[in-house]
């Protein structure tokens, strides 16, 4: 019987290694890649579409479609070949990729760039702990008086933040509707509590080239368990998409602010304006980057609570390794010039804010476990006789991408 026994428990071991490469491959673009390659040379081109199907519905890649593609042309299914390449976002393409398809499906059209779709329901959600040095400080300012040290107060706090938009065809164009929100709700004592909503509703048209997006949007911001600020007004986006992957855009907000707790002779209560000009574009590798300037005006019934500032960002996404994991490094830095008035002393700012992260698949179907690093500093001028912020936060969440 034992003579018996070893081929059989040979063939389960067989069997159950090949179930471990066929669920390793489906949530690892890279791997289905390599596995769908290997099937493909040895002939079995049934087994690589299936494999490459898997691959497509836990993560879909560039990548792997443009194989997909091929490997239909190979198995004369080109009628399916071309709804699949109308899936894929020509910017997205690389040339050694692009090769790939036409040798394998001969005169084939290249698709055009496109920006994102004008259909469908996408986002991000996420949620986790933070713990932050000088907590007390965030949300408050405090005068710089010699002698007398600040008060600090670390804290640990539930954050959870997102946006989801949905887009519907009209016409030429779409209408969108879009909620982000933010919460921080501190643990300990030092106050650290807000919650950030933000609702949009507007229309927009995207040409192969062109696109822009304009409606209203309405935020109401809460702090430590009151009502703060209620903005409303309206935004316009817009976009221009330069060369195979990069893209312009131009954005505008104006909306009136009315502020809780606003009395005659300390108003914060007007308007703000914000104008930005950034520019994004994706690498071959994946990467994702994007830089950025803007300038911003605020009015105020009170005129020192108004100011002009202006500000500089960037954000840079790295993928690592071959799992999907990934780096994030994003910054700001922002300078905010109070307006002059009489008996008042002048008052500047400028505010920074870096934050770095590492993160990695969890469940698959668009789920990471990511964990961060940030920076946070504020600095006054001398003669505004108050005092400089400074702090580091760590994070850990879980981030969830739908839709994309």
Known sequence: MAGFASPALAQQDQQASELDAIIDTANDPEAALRLAREQNDSGDLVAAAATLERALITRPSTAVRLYYVATLCRLDDRARAQIELGQVNGGRIADAEWAGVVQACGTIERPIAKGPSNRGIFGQLALGLAYDTDALGALSVSFDFPGITGVSDDDAAFIAGGQIEGRAPVGQGYVYAGLAGETKNAFGSSGLDYQIGTARLGFGQQGSRIGFAAGGLVTHARLQGDPFVTEYGGQADLFVSTGRTGRIALRGVAVHQDYTGSFPFFSRDGERYDLALDYSATTRRGAN????????????????????????????????????????????????DFRDAMFVTDRQEIRTFTRGALGTPLFGSGFDIEAGLSHTRRDYNRSSFLRDYDSFGLDLQIVWNFGK
Do not use: D, H, M, N
């Open 289 to 336: 980057w994007v830089i950025g300037a803007a300038f911003e005006e605020k009015t105020a019934v009170t005129t020192s609570l108004g100011y002009r500032g202006v500000r500089a960002y960037s954000a840079f996404r790295e993928p690592i390794g071959q799992a999907g994991s990934y780096g994030l490094l994003s910054s700001t830095i922002r300078f905010v």
